[in-house]
């Protein structure tokens, strides 16, 4: 199948793509904050975390399926599938790498798949605040 774009349409819409303060991020966020858990944004951790828990050392990351390959809902692109086929897996290598250089400096991650957001962002909000506001790291 071939794209039904121009490369120049693609490259614009690929362009408004958000890698941050994405909808689901932002939904997640405004569940924990409702739930009285208090984050910081913009941290320079490597990785750079969707929301850190400095208190309890918590990284937060909302994982979107296809950047993320979510073995659920990951759609394997149908052109350029060379290009993506590596630039996908390095996004997994380079997942499994920071959470290896956080956990190396003290701090727990905690990954979450973005259909999992939309499915029972409240309740995924309760389950996370019990894991971050665990003691006993």
Not at 8 to 34: F, G, N, Y
């Amino acid at each position: 199948m071939h794209d039904v774009l121009t490369p120049t349409q693609r490259s614009h819409c690929m362009s408004r793509i958000r890698s941050r303060d994405t909808k689901p991020e932002v939904r997640l966020r405004k569940a924990l904050w409702a739930l009285g858990l208090r984050y910081r944004l913009g941290s320079r951790l490597p990785g750079k975390p969707d929301a850190v828990f400095p208190t309890d050392r918590v990284a937060l990351f909302v994982d979107g399926c296809f950047w993320h390959q979510c073995s659920k809902h990951a759609v394997k692109p149908k052109t350029n599938e060379i290009f993506w086929r590596s630039k996908l897996k390095a996004n997994v290598d380079r997942d499994k790498r920071i959470n290896r250089e956080l956990r190396a400096l003290g701090w727990r991650v905690i990954r979450v798949w973005e259909h999992d957001i939309k499915s029972n962002t409240e309740g995924l909000a309760l389950r996370l605040s019990l894991r971050i506001r665990r003691t006993g790291r």
